[in-house]
């Protein structure tokens, strides 16, 4: 039989039990929302250094990579993609015409 006493021991109980859970979880949380942040800063610092070095680089050093990459202005690619798809004739389930939605009140 549930006396007044024994009442007030489970809830006691469950308090304290939630009180723990909840200290417990809160610093598992905060744990690891300060090593997500301690990345994104890692993160963002080696990025800034790298776009420092890139704009503070000397003018020879940047002509020394123009030369290797191809890619280094679009006016310097190749003009057709030799792996292209070629263009062929439209296929069957392509519409002869385009749709034209028809003009008016679609309500009378």
């Excluded at 080696?46 to 000397?58: G, R, V």
Aim: charge should be positive; charged fraction near 30%.
């Amino acid at each position: 039989m549930n006396t007044i006493r024994s009442t007030w021991l489970g809830w006691g109980a469950l308090c304290v039990a939630g009180g723990g859970s909840y200290y417990f979880a809160k610093r598992s949380i905060n744990a690891d929302r300060a090593s997500r942040h301690e990345a994104d800063m890692r993160r963002k610092r080696l990025t800034e250094q790298l776009e420092f070095n890139a704009m503070h680089e000397p003018p020879a050093a940047k002509s020394q990579h123009k030369a290797t990459d191809p890619a280094a202005s679009p006016s310097d690619e190749p003009i057709e993609d030799p792996l292209a798809p070629e263009k062929t004739a439209k296929s069957k389930y392509e519409p002869k015409e385009l749709y034209r939605a028809k003009k008016g009140d679609r309500f009378s």
